[in-house]
Nanobody, 130 residues
Framework: QVQLVESGGRLVQAGSSLRLSCTVSERSVSSAYAMAWFRQAPGKEREFVAAVSSDGTITRYADSARGRFTVSKDNTRNTVTLQMNNLNPEDTDVYYC??????????????????????WGQGTQVAVSS
């Protein structure tokens, strides 16, 4: 089916920046994917962070991310990125990439609920120290 490979997570100091990447690959012919980033702290539910439509033109952000994080797609490289600026300790979580295949008629659709996504990456750890 779909394989999502994430990278970029590490320990950083508050106020610094990180760039997470997620690459989608599959054996079959290429599909269009709406994609999103979620995060999950130990003992808590996985929560929405940011999402982007398959054509890369529409984005959605959680209140905690809006203004600090930027999600974008590079369809030529089949990659979605999450640029995170002004990080604070509350951003410490495992970050997960998610993807939904869509038809061309849904190229501008985005989803923000975890149960809307069926394809998930393995997660990458982000830790922000005070």
């Amino acid at each position: 089916q779909v394989q999502l490979v994430e990278s970029g997570g590490r320990l950083v100091q508050a106020g610094s920046s990180l760039r997470l990447s997620c690459t989608v690959s599959e054996r079959s012919v290429s599909s269009a994917y709406a994609m999103a980033w979620f995060r999950q702290a130990p003992g808590k539910e996985r929560e929405f962070v940011a999402a982007v439509s398959s054509d890369g033109t529409i984005t959605r952000y959680a209140d905690s991310a809006r203004g600090r994080f930027t999600v974008s797609k590079d369809n030529t490289r089949n990659t979605v990125t999450l640029q995170m600026n002004n990080l604070n300790p509350e951003d410490t979580d495992v970050y997960y990439c998610a993807a939904n295949s869509v038809t061309t008629s849904a190229a501008t659709y985005v989803w923000t609920r975890r149960y809307d996504y069926t394809n998930w990456g393995q997660g990458t750890q982000v830790a922000v120290s005070s």
